[in-house]
């Protein structure tokens, strides 16, 4: 049907970005720490 609602995603938890992004204090981390972590968030992302 194309009005169809589609199925809902399992709820499986926090994803690898979010359970990553709950380890990190921005406060603590020098810009290039930051740097870092921001473009291996966005690696973890593209899994």
Do not use: C, H, W
């Not at 049907?1 to 970005?17: H, I, K, M, N």
């Amino acid at each position: 049907d194309l009005f169809a609602q589609p199925p809902e995603a399992e709820a499986s938890g926090p994803s690898a970005v979010e359970a990553a992004l709950s380890t990190i204090n921005p406060d603590a981390l020098s810009p290039r720490e930051a740097l870092d972590t921001l473009y291996a968030l966005k690696k973890l992302s593209m899994r």
